[in-house]
């Protein structure tokens, strides 16, 4: 049974009421500069002693084991069998980049491929609960599918607004899902359509629609404190020293770096990690580098971690860094791509880049020594390669050819590869 309390700011701490305007942030303290989320409250004394020991003890299993400390009850869940990804022990990379321990979060193993469900089963489960007929959502992709994904579990028609960018493959799958997916000209213009929707019909949002960027519905980034409880519950209740998150608007981080503090305000843990955002351009870390208060647009452009692209993030998100004494690390495209491919020469992972640009910050914060080699350190995968393969594609060489004999073959073997019979 969820302790549900209602919602406050994260920025003031005012609380607000749990109805439409609280899908743009709080409405104290919006200025034309910047918005603040809202974040779910709950009841934590009521919970302390119970929590998470009763849903251990149960035996349950996924996402909504965790639904105590979610805003909707289990009992009302849109699931797709979402969350117990697996934390899997990265000797191998370790070992060639000098790590004592590395674990990535293998996110890709979730229904549409990404931990984007984490939000939109918990995000689409409260739209259901209240009442909505139509979802939508502003997204390149990933989160686009997992909305379409829920909302068509939920019986509710979704509407996906994405951009003339996007690779195919996301927006096949965005459509695969029965979605309506329109592709509008720039980000900002996304944005505005997707609020005057959801005013003038009441569509419900379940990504961010404004500018300066909010995050999203913060029900939603609920779904992602279910890691940060599941890789607390992997290390039989310990934390990491660092999780890493690609970050844009901050979704993951703030979600994943709340559900830590819940552990430790509840006595589960007595400590919490250092939150890192890996980002391509680095609105925050420009603002942490310049003490800023709120973050400010940075100079940008294009990336293959397009999911994670942006110029400007969020208060939630800097608020994570500010809170967890974190940090945040920049990765170009040629850092990205080259960990992209690290990670699946030496554990046969395969992620997009957004996801790559984990461990391209993770390398990047290890050379400029702000990152301790020796630290326990969490890498959270958000999603699968297989989201847009164009990209690894366009850096690999061509398939050689050979005709039909196994000595043919082996020749083609050898000149190609330096390969052997024996597999030198």
């Known amino acids: 049974m969820t302790a549900f309390a209602g919602l406050r700011c994260i920025r003031c701490g005012r609380e607000f009421d749990d109805g439409p305007a609280s899908l743009a942030g709080c409405p104290a303290c919006a200025t034309e500069k910047s918005r603040s989320n809202g974040t779910c409250v709950y009841d934590y004394d009521a919970l302390k002693g119970r929590f998470p020991h009763e849903a251990v003890a149960a035996g349950q299993r996924g996402l909504w084991r965790w639904d105590a400390l979610l805003p909707v009850s289990r009992r009302a869940a849109v699931t797709l069998g979402e969350g117990d990804t697996p934390l899997l022990r990265c000797d191998g990379l370790a070992r060639a980049w000098g790590l004592k321990e590395l674990y990535v979060k293998d996110e890709t193993r979730n229904p549409t491929w990404s931990y ?76 505005a359509v997707m609020a005057q929707a959801a005013q003038r019909f009441g569509w419900f949002p379940v990504s961010n629609g404004f500018y300066p960027p909010v995050g999203s519905v913060p029900y939603g980034i609920e779904g992602y404190k279910t890691i940060a409880f599941e890789i607390a519950e992997q290390f039989d209740w310990q934390v990491p020293d660092f999780v890493i998150v690609p970050t844009a608007f901050g979704d993951g981080l703030y979600g994943t770096w709340k559900g830590f503090w819940e552990l430790r305000r509840l006595g589960v843990t007595q400590a919490a990690p250092r939150m890192v955002a890996a980002e391509p351009f680095g609105p925050l870390a420009a603002a942490l580098e310049r003490g800023l208060e709120e973050g400010e647009p940075v100079p940008g452009g294009q990336t293959v971690a397009f999911s994670i692209g942006g110029t400007h993030s969020t208060h939630q998100a800097l608020a994570a860094l500010k809170e967890s004494d974190g940090l945040a690390v920049t ?45 326990r350190i969490v890498a959270v995968l958000t999603s699968s390669g297989l989201k847009d393969p164009a990209a690894t594609a366009r850096r690999l060489p061509p398939v050689p050819e050979s005709g039909p004999a196994l000595a043919q073959v082996m020749e083609v073997l050898r000149e190609t590869y330096g390969f052997d019979a024996e597999g030198a």
Do not use: F
Not at 121 to 130: E, F, H, L, T
Not at 136 to 156: C, E, I, K, P, W
């Open 116 to 191: 984007k469900d984490r939000l939109c089963s918990v995000a689409i489960s409260v739209a259901r609960q209240k009442g909505a007929r139509v979802i939508v959502v502003s997204s390149t992709g990933n989160h686009g599918a997992a909305a379409a994904a829920y909302a068509a579990r939920a019986g509710l028609r979704c509407v996906v607004l994405t951009t003339v960018s996007v690779p195919t493959t996301m927006k096949t799958l965005m459509q695969s899902y029965g979605a309506a997916v329109v592709a509008l000209p720039t980000l900002e213009d996304r944005w």
């Open 331 to 375: 990765a170009d495209d040629d850092a990205i791509m080259w960990a992209q491919a690290e990670l699946a020469r030496h554990e046969g992972l395969y992620v997009e880049a957004s996801s790559a640009c984990a461990l391209a910050a993770l390398h990047n914060g290890l050379q400029a020594g702000r990152i301790d080699p020796g630290s």
